[in-house]
């Protein structure tokens, strides 16, 4: 069965540190565009970051430029976003997602076909 997990979310101080781990089972990572994505309540499911090729090409939303570092360790069939110096506005469910191809502005999928169940976010002023 093909399936995505998410682990790390929680409740963080504004200014902190999260790291987020998604697993892989019934397919390797290696072949496929892999991201992150976010929804906050009221609001549409946004691209958060991605790796689009097998080159390693990334993306990364304005808003977290500078803040989020995506990466991937194959071995463990894993995918990690680390994120730092975390805002309020940074609140959301976080989904990893997995496809044949990235379209950061094809929303709500994103060109993604495989998706985890997200883990929520939640960042304190």
């Known amino acids: 069965e093909v399936q995505l997990m998410e682990f790390g979310g929680g409740l963080v101080q504004a200014g902190g540190s999260l790291r987020l781990s998604c697993s892989a089972s019934g397919f390797t990572f290696d072949d496929y565009a892999i991201g992150w994505f976010r929804q906050a309540p009221g609001k549409e499911r946004e691209g958060v970051s991605c790796i689009t090729s097998s080159e390693g090409s990334t993306y990364y939303a304005d808003s977290v430029k500078g803040r989020f570092t995506i990466s991937v360790d194959s071995g463990k069939n894993t995918m990690y976003l680390q994120m730092n110096s975390l805002k309020p506005e940074d609140t959301a469910v976080y989904y990893c997602?997995?496809?044949?191809?990235?379209?950061?502005?094809?929303?709500?999928?994103?060109?993604?076909?495989?998706w985890g169940k997200g883990t929520l976010v939640t960042v304190s002023s």
């Open positions: 997602a997995a496809g044949p191809a990235f379209w950061p502005k094809r929303a709500p999928d994103y060109g993604m076909d495989v």
